[in-house]
């Protein structure tokens, strides 16, 4: 999944990079894309989408004085747990701090609560998008909770596509978000990426020669930093390319976790028209992969309607997950949370730097890779020879299982899963001794092959 | 020896979107790592080592003496597999304990051609389910009243709702028999009948083992499967044996494999934390599943770690002393709750008393004796007027009708209310319901 992991420069340095690119002059409000320009772009299946009526009646019982015998709410007294701790590591000082639930706060995790999320978390994370992109609320846009970003995504992705719609998907891109497209039965077009991000001036050519009669792409899927599995980023230059052609040629940009400004959502300000970028962040990278923590900040009527689809298919993300990361990061604050995933960041760097070390001992000459400087991959091309035709799938799927080492094929990274050379390999959690067992035993499926393909070292 | 269904009987249940599913291109590949001596490169698993909650405790009643309290700590590797990305189906520890339950209420044990998948809260699972099943346009059966949460899921699929009353005794079998029979040759017949088989939503009533028995032999007759979603389950407080659970029932058939059971532990033990779970024949597990793996990935591992360290602290008898504990409460409350409605709604509604769960479903007497109209009454309109001015607030019956009929029928909760609201409550309705009478 896309990662979020390092530092944004300073706010003035924020200030500085957006003032370079500023379009337009007139206040922001004005520039906002109303409700209506949507109704192009929301699916079928998410216009038919109806609201649970019980749900939709929540709203009176915050009438005075009124008594409400509405909702099928269990009692509290018949739950359980009476208390509930923490012990939160502090992210400068790792000093350790025992954070106990108070009695509200906890029976308020164990109770329902809104479709949405909990009021004061998503207060607190559109400071947190202020904070990091410089983006405020009364922009038109709107914020919800996600038991992770990929449940946003599966959910934004259907309140978007019909069958017969197209998506621009870069790629090489996170495999998971293939079936999620799939499934809507919409058409999925490979936009190709370089070390400098995405190929902006190849889409701008797949667009102006866009055969007539066929539907023009609602969306572009991109994630600009750090991508997963290539770890690179896009450009600046790049980006606002990408922000020209958005409007140009009447797309939505779905941005996945690039918390290195500017990102797409702080870039749009300036753009003559606010409103084309749906973002989606995690924090499963940095506090807990398990917990299941993500949000999605995007024009109001596309997060209603990732709303009513939580309300039909799972009601609510637990309340209980988001009362603990409240409280934790309350304690951090938006500072701490800055000074952790800086941590983290140098964490996954020495990670990288050790894996590197040991790629070069092991397979020089047998592969080629660019150093990633985000992420937790690398990703390599396979120096096979000739007769394996730039296809890694069966070395690493046959050969390399046997030998007892498991990557991940590149086809899986492409929406039409084509043939490559490339294999993800991830460095976030083996141990040195462990790293280098697996190089070495991945030096051997390589030379193997190579054998195999007449190829004289 | 049980007679499991085979896995290609499934095959004319699943839905087309089902058959096209594939399976997740990573997560598909998470049961490689665990081959001996596999080292693995694969996941984009985040190392724990950054993670900053180093520990978690919780601190939960006895239920069986409240002076005792149960500490339980969550550390060392509960909690690493608590904070990392875990199975799609759930954590191995909570799927173990959700077997033994299973076995110990209902009879029915692992290895029988059935598993389990947990869901973030039962409507997970259950929205799946009917994914995996449902083709848009399907006829699909319904008890009706029906619980009104999952007519959006049936709605988005644009299903037929073909309703099957229920009466004091739950579902009424004879007329679901009747409607099978007079189906029509031409037009496929329903694969699914939804049911909420205790302490029904809203009706509050609960299926009698007779009815059970008969649904079990028309689902074989006319082959359809049971969704049996049964969150108020352990919410029973009559004073009858209990009836088993169709799950439990399915194994007197000749073949096993029909019921598809749906289990939740947000009455009992927290709904915020919204764990649930499924269990059914592994053909249909597997599209859940996969599904799983493509839309939010797996249920919360710290939820599940939380639930589970609670559940294994207890063991099976304090969790079964706890639930009987939580039936006797909401005794109580019913208790309370239609000592009120008789003393103020004697002559102006009526009901049965419900035996589980946590509703009373009552019909308003919308008109003043002696001016009787054959017409259906509507409470609807007094509960979005009337009461609401007095100040107190219903469900309109309407909205649990699958083709949204009218109906003079509301329900009400009284898992929440204290006496002097309750009272209050009820006296405000009656006041309500005389001004309407009067009218």
Wanted: aromatic letters at 8%.
């Amino acid at each position: 999944m896309p990662n979020d992991m390092d530092i944004p420069p300073s706010t003035s340095a924020l200030a500085q990079s957006l003032n370079a690119v500023k379009l337009s002059d007139s206040p922001l409000e004005s520039r906002v894309l109303p409700r209506e320009f949507y109704d192009l772009f929301l699916s079928e299946s998410s216009k038919r989408r109806i609201e649970d009526p019980i749900r939709a009646l929540l709203p009176l019982e915050d009438r005075p004085g009124l008594i409400s015998l509405l909702a099928g709410k269990p009692n509290v007294d018949t739950f359980p747990i009476t208390s509930m701790q923490f012990n939160l590591r502090d992210p400068v000082s790792s000093a350790e701090s025992t954070i106990v639930l108070t009695e509200g706060e906890l029976a308020k995790g164990l109770q329902y609560s809104s479709s949405a999320g909990i009021p004061d978390l998503l207060d607190w994370l559109v400071g947190l998008q202020e904070y990091n992109h410089g983006r405020k609320r009364g922009e038109g846009w709107g914020l919800c909770f996600g038991t992770g970003s990929s449940d946003l995504i599966y959910k934004a992705v259907n309140a978007l596509l019909d069958p017969g719609d197209v998506a621009l998907i870069e790629a090489p891109i996170y495999a998971g978000v293939f079936p999620v497209f799939h499934g809507t039965g919409c058409e999925m077009i490979e936009v190709r990426t370089d070390e400098h991000g995405t190929d902006a001036q190849g889409l701008r050519e797949m667009l102006e020669n866009w055969p007539a009669g066929k539907p023009k792409p609602k969306v572009l899927y991109t994630v600009p930093y750090g991508c997963n599995p290539t770890g690179m980023t896009s450009t600046l230059e790049r980006r606002l390319q990408v922000l020209e052609l958005a409007r140009e040629h009447n797309f939505l940009i779905l941005e996945g976790n690039a918390p290195r400004p500017p990102s797409y959502f702080t870039l749009e300000q300036d753009q003559p028209e606010v409103g084309r970028v749906v973002r989606f962040d995690s924090l499963s990278k940095v506090l807990s992969s398990g917990m299941r923590i993500g949000f999605i900040s995007a024009p109001q009527c596309i997060i209603d309607a990732v709303i009513l689809h939580t309300m039909t298919s799972n009601l609510q993300p637990p309340t209980l997950t988001q009362v603990i990361a409240l409280r934790l990061l309350r304690e951090w604050g938006y500072d701490g949370l800055r000074a952790h995933v800086e941590r983290v960041a140098q964490f996954y760097h020495a990670k990288r730097d050790v894996f590197e070390g040991l790629m070069r001992k092991h397979l020089d000459g047998l592969a080629e890779w660019a150093t990633p400087e985000a992420g937790m991959f690398f990703w390599f091309k396979l120096n096979l020879g000739d007769a394996a035709q730039g296809d890694s799938e069966a070395v690493i799927r046959t050969k390399a299982l046997e030998k007892g080492v498991l990557a991940l094929p590149g086809t899986v990274f492409h929406p039409g899963g084509r043939k490559t050379a490339y294999v993800r390999a991830s460095f976030s959690l083996l141990p040195e001794d462990q790293v280098e067992e697996a190089l070495r035993r991945l030096r051997e499926v390589i030379l193997e092959a190579r054998k195999e393909a007449g190829v004289t070292e | 020896m049980v007679q499991n269904l085979p896995a290609e009987f499934y095959q004319d249940f699943l839905s087309a979107s089902a058959k096209a599913r594939k399976p997740s291109p990573i997560r598909g590949l998470y049961p490689l790592e665990l081959r001996p001596g596999m080292i693995s490169l694969l996941a984009g698993k985040p190392n724990a080592a950054t993670f900053p909650l180093t520990s978690v405790q919780i601190k939960a009643r006895s239920p069986t003496d409240p002076q005792k309290e149960f500490t339980t700590d969550i550390t060392g590797a509960a909690l690493a597999e608590g904070l990392q990305y875990g199975p799609t189906a759930g954590l191995p520890s909570m799927i173990e304990w959700i077997y033994g339950l299973q076995e110990r209420e209902h009879g029915r044990k692992k290895g029988e051609g059935w598993r389990v998948s947990v869901g973030a809260g039962s409507q997970d699972v259950l929205h799946k389910a009917i994914f995996a099943l449902v083709n848009p346009g399907d006829a699909v059966l319904v008890e009706s009243p029906v619980y009104a949460g999952i007519l959006p899921t049936f709605e988005s699929l644009n299903c037929e709702f073909v309703a099957v009353p229920t009466d004091s005794q739950g579902i009424n079998a004879a007329s679901l028999r009747s409607t099978l029979e007079a189906w029509s040759a031409s037009k496929a017949k329903p694969k699914i009948l939804y049911t909420v088989p205790y302490g029904g939503n809203p009706t509050g009533m609960t299926a009698s083992k007779e009815r059970r028995q008969e649904v079990l032999a028309l689902a074989r007759e006319h082959n359809f499967l049971i969704l049996e979603d049964d969150p108020y389950y352990y919410l029973y407080f009559g004073s009858a044996p209990r009836p088993p659970s169709y799950f439990s029932l399915e194994l007197e058939q000749p073949e096993v494999g029909r019921v598809i059971r749906f289990d939740s532990l947000s009455k009992i033990l927290s709904s915020g934390i919204r764990i649930g779970f499924m269990c059914g024949p592994d053909a249909l597990m597997t599209v859940v599943d996969m599904h799983t793996a493509v839309a939010n990935l797996q249920t919360s591992s710290l939820t599940q770690a939380i639930a589970h360290a609670l559940l294994e602290s207890w063991g099976y008898d304090n969790f079964k002393a706890h639930t009987l504990a939580v039936s006797e409460f909401y005794k109580g409350k019913r208790d309370v709750f239609e000592r009120f409605m008789k003393q103020y709604l004697d002559g102006l509604a009526e009901w049965d008393t419900p035996e589980a769960g946590m509703f009373f479903w009552f019909k308003l007497l919308l008109n003043a004796p002696g001016s009787e109209s054959a017409e259906e009454q509507d409470s609807e309109s007094l509960i979005r007027t009337k009461a609401l001015e007095k100040g107190v607030l219903a469900l309109p019956g309407t909205v649990f009708l699958p083709n949204g009929e009218k109906t003079a029928y509301v329900r009400a909760a009284f898992s929440l209310l204290d006496e002097a609201d309750v009272e209050e409550a009820i006296k405000r309705l009656r006041e309500a319901v005389l001004e309407a009478r009067g009218a």
